[in-house]
T-cell receptor, first 115, second 115 residues
Framework: KAGVTQTPRYLIKTRGQQVTLSCSPI?????VSWYQQTPGQGLQFLFE???????NKGNFPGRFSGRQFSNSRSEMNVSTLELGDSALYLC??????????????FGQGTRLTVV | QQQVKQSPQSLIVQKGGIPIINCAYE??????FPWYQQFPGKGPALLIA?????SEKKEGRFTISFNKSAKQFSLHIMDSQPGDSATYFC??????????????FGTGTQLKVEL
């Protein structure tokens, strides 16, 4: 069974640009969550999508957005990049049932560097 | 504030020792407590998880102890090996507000197991 796939693995962008990251969840998983990992702030929840709808949102500015497609693949977009957006962006997938806690499995992440 | 406090920040043990990592939480609504292991350049990998209706759970060399009244939980790694050298994160979530798809993470513990 293939794991969570994130593309690209590495990105270098210039301040002010925008970027789109992609995540393909484990087959059968309907929930995709995104996290930002930095040395200073650790792992922080960005948002979660389930059945093409944003179900949860963390405390990040509106420059961070996402979407999910009918095949459960998800993209996140960061507009007007700032130096502080440099981080490892992680995607996690799970079955997503809301009546119980379901295990989340992470991809390897996309390392974004803003210069 | 939904926080999970993790200690110690770093830990060095000898091969065969039993490192113990501790976490404390504030939100009594948390009902799912997973531990993740992360190697450099990789995404976090789920190790073991516990729910508050049990006080201990073992999977292989990894054991979680849970103290609901103290709002604390800990990870013990039995017979630690150099291959266990990694960063460990505790996390917590609530199934009513996101389940395993919206995790609040501790700050991480960098473990080194020496020969």
């Amino acid at each position: 069974k293939a794991g969570v796939t994130q593309t690209p693995r590495y990105l270098i962008k210039t301040r002010g640009q925008q970027v789109t990251l992609s995540c393909s969840p484990i087959s059968g998983h309907r929930s995709v969550s995104w996290y930002q990992q930095t040395p200073g702030q650790g792992l922080q929840f960005l948002f979660e999508y389930f059945s093409e709808t944003q179900r949860n949102k963390g405390n990040f500015p509106g420059r961070f957005s996402g979407r999910q497609f009918s095949n459960s693949r998800s993209e996140m977009n960061v507009s007007t990049l700032e130096l502080g957006d440099s981080a490892l962006y992680l995607c996690a997938s799970s079955y997503g049932g809301y009546s119980m806690n379901t295990e989340a499995f992470f991809g390897q992440g996309t390392r974004l560097t803003v210069v | 504030q939904q926080q999970v406090k993790q200690s110690p920040q770093s830990l060095i043990v000898q091969k065969g020792g039993i490192p113990i990592i501790n976490c404390a939480y504030e939100n009594t609504a948390f009902d799912y407590f997973p531990w993740y292991q992360q190697f450099p350049g990789k995404g976090p990998a789920l190790l073991i998880a516990i729910r508050p209706d049990v006080s201990e759970k073992k999977e292989g060399r990894f054991t979680i102890s849970f103290n609901k009244s103290a709002k604390q939980f800990s990870l013990h790694i039995m017979d630690s090996q150099p291959g266990d050298s990694a960063t460990y994160f505790c996390a917590a979530s609530n199934k009513l507000t996101g389940g395993g798809n919206k995790l609040t993470f501790g700050t991480g513990t960098q473990l080194k197991v020496e020969l």
